[in-house]
């Protein structure tokens, strides 16, 4: 379906190629995953796939999609791909452009509508979507088009868990039934593995690995960029000895733990976060609405945050949880209740790009601190080194990628020296490589005594580094409590090393803790 051959890309104004000599095929029906570290190229690769996306810059090599047809695109933020008011326009909106008849147009939205579960929201307002029926939206309106190559960016990045689990069983039935040729850009690869026929790993613009998905562990013992990108859950399994032939599902992965371990249950120890005397974040009963006749988003709410403390929030696209650091941080009032908040206080928006306001990473940081009166120049760069992003200094904002600019956001804040920052999904494009640098610097804020309170479908980070988590439902912050009896109570809302472990070890939620206590605790049978 896809040739490439000696593909070499340079963006206009830079010297150092995106891509460099870069060679791959995909066959024809085939799902493909692409991974590879933060701005190492992997969406630039994908655009010049999409010649109506494709980026200007000097191209080299060659590119051949057999049969030319519609290629479909998706792309990670669901806001940025929709165009019009309704969902019906916008499932037409494809195929006007294609110059299709409005007979076939008409037959086809029917078609899609009812494949993807959308016939009752035809005349539904799109801005009312969730962002789940948003994205589920836009990979519709492709197949109005009936692509035979579907692209996709980090789709399911700003999704929960059971939005997201609903749009891979999509993609799965669209490949497994459709025969759609599937090209997939994921960082989060234990949920997509299992259906994916090649994995192919990037690096600094280059093609570093080519290989499938059940060599994984087998290619990770000889080449450090492909174990960069490994599942977390496969360090579970390799810690154990397990290097080859990894499971890729949870009932393998069980199936292996139970057999390797037959006798085995308990759980692990928990040490509680114990909190200081004064909250530095509380919110009593409060209720927020948007205007004065919409429903409340927000409604008798209340909670607590401490100094050192972590509280993660997590809960289903659009039941307001971005609303709720809104309301926290200041920039929305309730109308009933109080908030008090110790200044100073930061806000990391799910958007990255509001946060810059000059044309590159180095001048908005000058200008903030100028703004902050921190006249120590050896900050900022203290600051970059920390999130590994001193050589982005100089490079305009909107010109990294999505991991790289929200490291460069996260480091803006961090240079306000807040005594309580708040978070909006602030894993979303990146690496594990850089959440774990995202996680320790939570964990050195902690140290120092700052509050921190993010909002996040990543429950993998939530179950490393959080103090105390919270479900948001209903205008409420429900079933608060700590990360382990959070997380090993629920169905959907847990992690892949407690869905893989569970029968062993109640209560283990990081691939860490299941290995130590296998280890510790049990001889293998």
Not at 208 to 237: C, R, T, W
Request: aromatic share 8%; glycine share 8%.
């Amino acid at each position: 379906m896809v040739q490439i051959q000696n593909l070499t890309f340079t963006y206009n104004g830079c010297e150092q190629p995106a891509l460099s000599q870069i060679s791959l095929e995909i066959p024809r029906g085939s799902f493909c995953v692409l991974a590879g570290p933060s701005g190492c190229g992997k969406t630039t690769l994908l655009r010049l796939l999409k010649k109506e996306l494709a980026p200007y810059g000097t191209q080299t090599g060659h590119i051949q999609i057999a049969e030319a047809g519609f290629v479909g695109f998706v792309m990670q933020n669901p806001d940025n791909q929709i165009v019009t008011d309704k969902v019906w326009h916008e499932l037409t909106f494809g195929g006007e452009n294609l110059g299709l008849s409005p007979e076939l147009i008409e037959r086809r939205v029917g078609e899609v509508a009812a494949y993807f579960g959308l016939t009752e929201l035809l005349s539904s307002n799109t801005d009312v979507l969730s962002g789940g029926q948003k994205q589920i939206l836009n990979l519709a309106a492709g197949m109005v088009c009936n692509p035979s190559l579907l692209l996709l960016d980090e789709p399911t990045a700003m999704l929960d868990p059971i939005a997201a689990a609903n749009f891979r069983s999509l993609l799965r039935k669209m490949n497994e039934e459709l025969g759609v040729t599937i090209l997939l850009v994921e960082h989060r690869l234990e949920d997509v593995l299992a259906m994916a026929d090649r994995v192919f790993v990037m690096d600094a613009g280059k093609m570093v690995a080519d290989f499938n998905p059940g060599d994984f562990g087998k290619i990770a013992s000889q080449n450090d960029i492909v174990a960069s990108v490994m599942p977390e859950i496969f360090h579970l399994y390799t810690q154990l000895g397990i290097q080859e032939d990894l499971p890729l599902t949870v009932r393998e992965g069980r199936a292996i733990l139970r057999d390797k371990y037959p006798q085995t249950i308990g759980s692990v120890p928990v040490e509680a976060f114990e909190p200081g005397n004064q909250p530095v974040v509380q919110a009593e009963n409060i209720y927020f609405r948007y205007t004065r006749t919409s429903p409340d988003i927000v409604q008798n709410l209340s909670l607590e945050a401490y100094p050192g403390e972590c509280f993660c929030v997590v809960g289903g696209n659009g039941v307001g949880k971005s609303t709720l650091l809104k309301v926290l941080s200041g920039v929305a009032k309730p109308y009933r209740g109080s908030v008090k908040v110790e200044e100073p206080v930061a806000l990391l928006p799910q958007n990255p790009k509001l946060v810059f306001l000059a044309d590159t990473v180095r001048g908005d940081y000058e200008s903030y601190l100028k703004a902050l009166g921190n006249s120590n120049p050896n900050f900022m760069d203290t600051v970059a080194d920390a999130l590994g992003i001193a050589h982005l200094l100089d490079r305009h904002p909107y010109d990294l990628s999505g991991g790289e600019q929200q490291k460069a956001a996260i480091g803006k804040l961090l240079l306000a020296n807040p005594k309580v920052l708040l978070m909006d999904e602030p894993t979303k494009g990146l690496d594990l490589p850089a959440r774990r640098v995202l996680g320790k610097i939570v964990e050195d804020l902690k140290q120092k005594g700052v509050c921190v309170i993010l909002v996040t479908h990543d429950l993998d980070f939530c179950s490393h580094y959080a103090d105390w988590c919270g479900f948001l439902s209903e205008g409420k912050v429900l079933a608060q409590s700590e990360p382990h009896a959070f997380f090993s109570e629920n169905c959907f809302y847990t992690t892949v090393a407690h869905r893989v472990g569970r029968d062993l070890c109640a209560n283990g939620i990081t691939p860490e803790e299941i290995t130590a206590f296998l280890q510790k605790e049990r001889v293998p049978g």
